[in-house]
């Protein structure tokens, strides 16, 4: 009977070892140790032994059974191993091969018009600074000079979080600005950057999307005044328009973070159903800005007696829908093949002021 255990074990142990894929190895097991299997089988007679040769047997059998079981595992880790290795090699892809023949992606116009104001503001020697979507609401409104009971508050339709534990609500936040605010208590002036991003109201119909897209500026420096101000929107307005005569117009307004503070507009014609931004007899409001309040300054601990500077935001899509021509700002949202096949821009043309934004 040990013969026959140690034959049988031999036996396997090249059947395990021949098993050359898969399917090979688990016919294997379910004749070894499957219900009808030889193993099995062997097992099955200890029933009908004296209680003297089930002692010695028993623990042969078992014995047996284990190691034929670990074979069987180990054959099929490395089996298992050989099929992913199969399989990736029919699964490589050569990148280098030219795209010219496939289908391509484009650049949506929200992207492209975001690279082409960081490629006008890094011009002026502006960077890019970046705040989180959700916003605590000391960043998003208190340390803008909007407190609790302010009425601006009700003006931004806020998303709120629940409250957490300390009852302190997160918020979606409603406009860039609070960008401003963390530039300002990490950074030492002078300050030069701007913050584009996604921005969150409680708003939609064909000019409002509950996302929308923001870009905030924001200039601290000794001897910074209005005239910085107007420069600085004239020349990104001009570079972004495309257009070398552009006018603008300061119009007085209300900012809980500036004062004072404006809104501007620029020159353009409606003719034909047509914005055209330059000249004519119309007033496009594109932006609000002013210089940044002294009570925003003292809330990021800096001294207004010493420091000063400008501030401005602009809703990006609208940027975009006027100067590529777009009606309805919730096509941006339903990518539509075609709409974006259509307004699309190259993926590998990156907007320069050398080569021409939008060429
Ligand atoms: N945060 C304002 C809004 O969302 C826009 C704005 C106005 C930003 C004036 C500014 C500013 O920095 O100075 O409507």
């Known amino acids: 009977?040990?013969?026959?255990?140690?034959?049988?074990?031999?036996?396997?142990?090249?059947?395990?070892?021949?098993?050359?894929?898969?399917?090979?190895?688990?016919?294997?097991?379910?004749?070894?140790?499957?219900?009808?299997?030889?193993?099995?089988?062997?097992?099955?007679?200890?029933?009908?032994?004296?209680?003297?040769?089930?002692?010695?047997?028993?623990?042969?059998?078992?014995?047996?059974?284990?190691?034929?079981?670990t074979l069987i595992a180990a054959r099929k880790a490395v089996l298992e191993d050989a099929a992913l290795d199969a399989r990736l090699k029919t699964e490589r892809l050569?990148?280098?091969?030219?795209?010219?023949?496939?289908?391509?992606?484009?650049?949506?116009?929200i992207s492209q018009v975001m690279d082409e104001i960081a490629e006008i503001f890094a011009g002026l020697g502006f960077d890019v600074a970046e705040g989180p979507d959700l916003e605590s609401d000391f960043h998003n409104f208190t340390a803008l000079n909007i407190p609790p009971e302010h009425p601006a508050r009700?003006?931004?339709?806020?998303?709120?979080?629940?409250?957490?534990?300390n009852g302190d609500r997160k918020v979606l936040r409603t406009h860039t600005s609070p960008v401003q605010i963390r530039t300002m208590m990490s950074k030492e002036p002078p300050i030069r950057i701007i913050a584009p991003g996604r921005t969150y109201r409680s708003d939609s119909d064909a000019t409002h999307t509950p996302m929308f897209h923001q870009v905030e500026g924001l200039v601290?420096?000794?001897?910074?005044?209005?005239?910085?101000l107007?420069?600085?929107?004239?020349?990104?307005?001009?570079?972004?328009?495309?257009?070398?005569?552009?006018?603008?117009?300061?119009r007085p307004s209300y900012f809980p973070f500036t004062e004072p503070s404006m809104e501007v507009d620029v020159q353009c014609s409606f003719d034909g159903g047509m914005v055209k931004i330059g000249d004519g007899n119309d007033w496009?409001?594109?932006?609000?800005?002013?210089?940044?309040n002294t009570k925003v300054l003292e809330a990021c601990d800096l001294d207004p007696t010493v420091y000063q500077g400008f501030a401005?935001?602009?809703?990006?899509?609208?940027?975009?829908?006027?100067?590529?021509?777009?009606?309805?700002?919730?096509?941006?949202?339903?990518?539509?093949?075609?709409?974006?096949?259509?307004?699309?821009?190259?993926?590998?043309d990156l907007p320069t002021i050398a080569g021409g934004l939008s060429r």
């Open 1 to 69: 009977m040990q013969d026959q255990i140690s034959s049988l074990r031999s036996i396997i142990e090249d059947e395990v070892g021949a098993a050359n894929d898969l399917a090979a190895l688990e016919a294997v097991r379910v004749a070894t140790l499957g219900k009808k299997g030889s193993v099995s089988g062997l097992m099955k007679g200890l029933g009908g032994m004296s209680p003297d040769e089930r002692k010695t047997m028993g623990p042969l059998l078992n014995a047996l059974k284990g190691e034929v079981a």
């Open 230 to 250: 107007k420069g600085t929107l004239e020349a990104f307005l001009k570079a972004f328009f495309e257009v070398d005569a552009v006018t603008l117009r300061l």
């Open 284 to 292: 496009l409001e594109i932006l609000g800005s002013g210089m940044v």
């Open 220 to 228: 601290i420096d000794k001897d910074t005044h209005l005239g910085h």
């Open 312 to 348: 401005f935001g602009c809703g990006i899509d609208r940027l975009a829908m006027l100067k590529y021509g777009m009606n309805d700002l919730r096509a941006f949202f339903d990518a539509d093949l075609n709409w974006l096949r259509h307004y699309g821009f190259r993926a590998l």
């Open 154 to 165: 009700q003006d931004h339709d806020t998303f709120y979080l629940a409250p957490d534990a």
């Open 94 to 109: 050569d990148i280098t091969l030219p795209v010219l023949d496939h289908p391509s992606g484009s650049v949506h116009p």
